[in-house]
């Protein structure tokens, strides 16, 4: 895999939070937020934060960078990704067909009719972010919108690429 430009910012889905945490790679994720590089729509936020398998851990790192402004993002207090919400939410909620593949829609996620992926694509759209998803509808989404749009593995690599940050000196 060629490295991606360390200015891409990735917006995840709730399904690929939970992915990362059932894979045991959640705690990676802080590399991008070290970077900035990371976005969780308040929807999403809130059904990874309810979703009863995640670990407590990972529910803690979600929830101490939400306390600390580093990665949700709420659509109310943004104008753009608001603006574009509801025909994102009516053009992909029911099911849909793009070049005659046909999709579920986002509404027959788990979340039903109160999924967050309409936030994501939105949010994406608005300001040139990547979607990290494993959903069916939210890539075929990203595809019609011409969004970039990726797995949580994808993600997992690219942070792998990731430097470590360089050492500092000791002072004695």
Not at 87 to 103: A, C, K, L, M, N
Not at 114 to 131: L, M, S
Request: glycine content about 6%; aromatic content about 8%.
């Amino acid at each position: 895999m060629a490295s991606e430009p360390a200015t891409i910012i990735y917006c995840c889905d709730a399904d690929a939070l939970i992915d990362l945490d059932s894979a045991g790679r959640f705690a990676e994720l802080s590399k991008l937020v070290e970077q900035g590089r990371l976005r969780i729509a308040s929807g999403a936020f809130a059904e990874t934060v309810r979703f009863r398998s995640i670990s407590r851990q990972s529910k803690r790192m979600l929830e101490d960078w939400h306390a600390r402004g580093q990665v949700v993002v709420v659509v109310d207090d943004d104008s753009a990704a608001r603006s574009l919400l509801p025909d994102i939410d009516t053009r992909y909620g029911p099911q849909f067909s793009v070049e005659g593949v046909s999709y579920g829609g986002f509404w027959r996620s788990r979340a039903g009719r109160d999924a967050a992926d309409a936030e994501v694509v939105a949010f994406a759209k608005a300001h040139g972010w990547v979607v990290i998803s494993n959903d069916h509808s939210v890539h075929g989404a990203c595809l019609k919108e011409s969004l970039g749009c990726h797995r949580w593995e994808h993600l997992a690599l690219v942070i792998r690429q990731i430097p470590p940050p360089p050492e500092q000196p000791h002072l004695f």
